[in-house]
Nanobody, 123 residues
């Protein structure tokens, strides 16, 4: 499967952005999805994940209550709604898809990765 992330940009602190991740292929519903981010000089970190059906979600503590992950299997698209953005949310955001027996929050749980989209939050 190929993933195409979009929706990043420059926003002021307190603002919102919605990232999208469109997947190719006809088996999108068989993949769980995740969002990760990598800030300059830092390692890539987990942000959020969602089950194959979209019925279950899990978030990193740093974004819990501010970010919402969702998945539309009919549109082959996953989303990350980001509200109350902070300067420390500035990073390149990556979407990822996985179909392993494990459904987790580490990079090795995911088989496929998008190219990343830049999110910059100004103070």
């Amino acid at each position: 499967v190929q993933l195409q992330a979009s929706g990043g940009g420059l926003v002021q602190a307190g603002g919102s952005l919605r990232l999208s991740c469109v997947a190719s292929g006809r088996t999108f519903s068989s993949y769980y999805m995740g969002w990760f981010r990598q800030a300059p000089g830092k390692e890539r970190e987990f942000v959020a994940r969602i089950t194959r059906s979209g019925g279950g979600t899990y978030y990193a503590d740093s974004v819990k209550g501010r970010f919402t992950i969702s998945k539309d299997n009919a549109k082959n698209t996953a989303y990350l709604e980001m509200d109350s953005l902070k300067p420390e949310d500035t990073a390149v955001y990556y979407c990822a898809a996985g179909n392993r027996p494990t459904y987790g929050s580490t990079q090795t749980d995911y088989n496929y990765w998008g190219q990343g989209t830049q999110v910059t939050v100004s103070s």
